[in-house]
């Protein structure tokens, strides 16, 4: 639950823009955000998880079968809901870049509306919010173990050091940590990014080399939902354990 002592940022942009190419069918009528998982679309699981610690304003960006988006939401009163509409494709940088304006000055959460995570003993956005430095950090990144993320088939992204520095993995390498489409990031961030579409690794990276993106271990599971195998392996793991949203 949200705490007086903590400072939870109380806006969200949740990403939720994106084509979904690898979740077809299912993506050509359904936008990715409103997939089901265990019969809840995966973008209300994070609107719930955004209310409960606190958070009170909500940016989604819309693209892909966006209207769908729009209807789904319109009746939704517990959190305030604004829509970036991105008439081409932005990308993650390009998107928060748009919507900066409706984001405020202030540091803010950006979740990706494609994953489902399960809290550990303290909710991982509180534990965001309670870990985040401003006078050292532009991006603070929930990371996941790769060797327990389920539906994920990658080679990891980052390495993180013991006081939470994280370095790109070399492009040989297995790194012990992916991003787990979770942040705390400030609007400085994004100064003088490109113009038009790109990914949030070109500022990531500029932060890397500035010394100010860090990284926090995830300590409860984690799942990504990117393909109907990942959807299928997702829901039978969750139902085996007796989870509900």
Known sequence: MPSDRINVPKTAMVMAAGFGTRLRPFTETTPKAL?????????????NRLVAVGVQRAVINLHHLGDKIRE????????????????EILETGGGIVQALPLLGDEPFYA????????????????????????ARMDALLLLQSTVTAVG????GDFTMD????????????????????IQICHPRLFRDPPKGAFSTNVVWDRAIEEDRLFGLRHDGE???????????????HLSFHGIKF
């Open 35 to 47: 997939v089901p998982v265990l019969g809840v679309p995966m973008l209300d699981v994070v609107l």
């Open 111 to 134: 979740v990706n509306a494609k994953i489902i995570w399960l809290n550990g003993k303290t909710d991982a956005l509180v534990r965001l919010a309670q870990n985040w430095d401003d």
């Open 162 to 181: 013991q006081e939470g520095r994280v370095r790109r993995r070399l492009g040989w390498q297995v790194a012990p940590f992916l991003y787990a489409g």
């Open 152 to 155: 994920y088939d990658g080679k």
């Open 222 to 236: 984690w799942y990504h939902v990117s393909t109907p195998q990942h959807l299928v392996d997702v829901e039978r």
């Open 72 to 87: 789904h939401l319109k009746n939704r009163r517990d959190i305030e809901i604004v829509f970036s509409e991105e008439a």
